[in-house]
């Protein structure tokens, strides 16, 4: 549904059009979108990290899932869980499933200096 709103695709950049294409193909893409738990995301997690993707690869899946799932009710009608990524995401990240890149720690470090001061 979402690649197939004309508006929608065009505004998404291409690593999030890749990753929303490639999670087409999992197994977590069999999930009622209304049903969806924290253990789904766990297990899609530790799929993805059994195939040797990176914590930042697997941090874009859990992100952009989330933000296509955020969206299913204002513009498709459709009900989805997306508060679960609330509840599944610092898990994941105590887990060591999902984690950020280098810069994105730096970038997160410099406004923690900036607001600090």
Not at 8 to 27: G, H, N, P, Q
Not at 50 to 61: C, E, L, Q, R
Not at 99 to 113: I, R, T
Request: one cysteine or more.
């Amino acid at each position: 549904m979402y690649f197939e709103d004309t508006d929608l695709w065009a505004a998404t950049e291409s690593t999030k059009r890749y990753v929303i294409k490639f999670l087409m193909d999992c197994e977590i893409s069999k999930k009622m979108s209304n049903e969806l738990k924290s253990s789904d995301l766990i297990e899609h997690c530790l799929l993805r990290r059994g195939s040797a993707a990176m914590p930042v690869t697997i941090y874009h899946d859990i992100a952009y899932l989330r933000s296509v799932m955020k969206n299913a009710m204002p513009v498709f009608n459709v009900s989805a869980n997306w508060p679960v990524f609330e509840e599944a995401v610092p898990i994941l990240i105590e887990m060591k499933l999902v984690g950020k890149s280098q810069n994105e720690l730096e970038d997160q470090q410099k406004k923690n200096l900036i607001n600090y001061e």
